[in-house]
């Protein structure tokens, strides 16, 4: 059909520290292909999230800007998708505060998220770290997206967007697309190389677990090889083998083989030859992308920029919505 709308996808990234693999694999890299699949983008980094856990002011500045040049470096194309920080957009905070109001403690409490990180940070369970969600489904409803990807570990934070959306459609009249999450199939979770029980974080720091996307070849090398895995020696796909899995996973996601073909790959191949093999797979990945973000670094004038300008699109968008729910809820017009 010629003139059905295009469907709006957003989806944000916290800029917390520098990108991992897992980011890559089971994030970015797929959500950038949609900007060439028809639908309408939106992508930002969110910056005023990555302060519900306590951040070193110039750390905070410095991953906001690469992770803003990193993402460009994939492909990010500005002349489709709009691509923004979320702190230059006033509105983002505005219509959490409203969102907040139309949220109960209930449901907030029931939030995994929130349940992990304020055990991970029991000295600063700040109230931000609680509303955290409703930021969340202000970046969303915002926007009117119809579809939000993420990796599994966000879908309930979706899933409360939409009740939100259809709590306040329900009191008030339709005002927000109510949308819908899009998890991969494939890398949705990759976890940590030194503990294959937990998803690899960020958060966590550059440790031996934790591939970033700015590793050198030689650092992506080292860590695959002291990743952990099991005393079978054999490469093959089971629940009971979480660290081979884990490889596994990985190395499909990036050479698109299947477990069976990887498997006959490495046949009477022990982890010897499998750990260098995904290494390689990885560092032959990362390294174009990695070659021109160093570029685009240089170019601050170009980064600031493409900073303002989307910032200015996203923010007339965003107005729309906030004038509308504004005009519901009852506050009084200014003119
Ligand atoms: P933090 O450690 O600060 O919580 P994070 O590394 O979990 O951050 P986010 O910025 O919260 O990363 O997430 C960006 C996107 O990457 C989200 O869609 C999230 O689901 C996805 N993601 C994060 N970690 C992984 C992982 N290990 N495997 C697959 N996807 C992931
Ligand atoms: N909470 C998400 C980041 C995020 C997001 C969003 C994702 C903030 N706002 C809106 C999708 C849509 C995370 O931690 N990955």
Redesign the pocket.
Known sequence: MENTKPKRI?????STGTFTLGNYLG?LRNHIGFQNEGYECLY?L?DL?AITVRQEPANLRKYTLEAYAFLLAMGIDLEKTIFFI?SHVPQHPQLAWILNCYTQFGELSRMT?FKDKAQKHADNINAGLFT?PC??AA??LLYQ?DF????A??KQ??EI?RDIAERFNGLYSPTFTVPEPIIPQHGARVMSLQDPTKKMSKSDGNNNGCISVLDDADTIMRKFKRAITDSEACVRYSEEKPGVKNLMEIYSCITGKTMEEIQREFEGKGYGDFKPAVAEAVIGELRPIQERFQEIMQDKEYLRRCYKENAEKASAIAHRTVAKVMKKVGFLPED
């Open positions: 957003l989806s944000m990234y916290q994030a930002a969110a999230h979320q998220q955290y930021l969340m970046d969303i997206a939000v990807p993420v990796g570990d966000q934070h979706v967007a």
